[in-house]
């Protein structure tokens, strides 16, 4: 039997289509909510976003502290 996790969800999964308002063209099963899951459900890795990077705070380093130059 497939095990499916905690976080999946039909707006994860390969088989989700266009968007229509707040539903999924799922080709499996027609019209979905993004929350829905099925037992077809396969995780598109493709769907998920990565976190946003952190931002590199230079104010604590002098322009010195980046020279190659002895």
């Known amino acids: 039997m497939k095990k499916i996790s905690e976080n999946a969800s039909c707006s994860m999964c390969i088989f989700r289509g266009e968007s229509e308002g707040d539903y999924f063209n799922c080709t499996k099963k ?10 077809k459900y396969s995780f598109d890795p493709f ?5 946003r990077p952190r931002r590199f705070d230079t104010s604590m380093f ?9």
């Open 47 to 51: 769907s998920k976003r990565p976190p």
């Open 30 to 39: 027609g019209k979905v909510k993004p929350s829905d899951v099925c037992k």
């Open 62 to 70: 002098d322009p010195l502290d980046f020279d190659i130059n002895p």
